[in-house]
């Protein structure tokens, strides 16, 4: 499984835009990247996915370079309410069987503020 | 609504007192597993289950059991609770088609605190 090292923190204001970085030197041919977010009391929730170059949903955007030895997540003007961890995990895991075991660090605490 | 619910939300209870913490999905999912989060610590997988009736041991399955008898519940079951597994936990499952890609849904959590 690759490392993945993150900020343990980050700070901004309402309306910016917010890009983490988490980078992964060890990561396999086959792995994928993936990003979850987890709010506090609250269990993580799946944000975006992806194998190379940029991949984009309604919520976020992740860009990967070529080499893929690190990726960002990129919040488009955040608001008060997207204050929480922010969790980057490199492969996983495959158990006997086909499920998945997810490895999660100590994640990006962001912090939005007015 | 797809969601992953657990039950209770918050417990308290006393050493060596039996407790079961119930989880369930609405998803169909074959995939379900019990997470234990502690600060610094992050998340550790406790137990998982590929199906029913099968199950097998995660990263820290000291002092807790596990049952699959039907697909959709997977309870957590603390026979003789001890104040080291005060703890946070959370119960996800997932479908297994894509080999390691499949999404992760995640209960809401159970906050447990073992005097």
């Known amino acids: 499984l690759a490392k993945t090292t993150q900020p343990i923190s980050m700070d901004s204001y309402e309306g910016q835009e917010v890009n983490i970085t988490c980078s992964h030197n060890n990561i396999a041919t086959n792995d994928y990247i993936t990003w979850y977010q987890q709010f506090p009391s609250q269990g993580p929730r799946f944000i975006i996915q992806g194998y190379k170059t940029k991949v984009t949903n309604e919520v976020a955007s992740l860009f990967i370079p070529a080499d893929r030895k690190s990726s960002t997540l990129s919040l488009p003007r955040v608001s008060l309410s997207d204050t929480a961890v922010y969790y980057c995990l490199v492969g996983v895991t495959i158990l006997t069987g086909g499920g998945n075991k997810l490895t999660f660090g100590t994640g990006t605490q962001l912090k939005v503020e007015l | 609504e797809a969601q992953v619910t657990q039950n209770p939300r918050y417990l308290i209870t006393v050493t060596g007192k039996k407790l079961t913490v119930t989880c369930s999905q609405n998803?169909?999912?074959?995939?379900m597993s019990w997470y234990r989060q502690d600060p610094g610590l992050g998340l550790r997988q406790i137990y998982y289950?590929?199906?029913?009736?099968?199950?097998d041991k995660g990263d820290v399955p000291e002092g807790y059991k596990v049952s699959r008898k039907e697909k959709r519940n997977f309870p957590l079951i603390l026979e003789s609770p001890s104040p080291n597994q005060t703890s946070l936990y959370f119960c996800?499952?997932?479908?297994?088609?894509?080999?390691?890609?499949?999404?992760?849904?995640f209960g809401p959590g159970t906050r447990l605190l073992v005097l």
């Open positions: 998803m169909n999912h074959e995939y």
């Open positions: 996800a499952s997932s479908s297994t088609r894509l080999a390691g890609r499949e999404t992760q849904y």
């Open positions: 289950s590929m199906n029913v009736e099968v199950t």
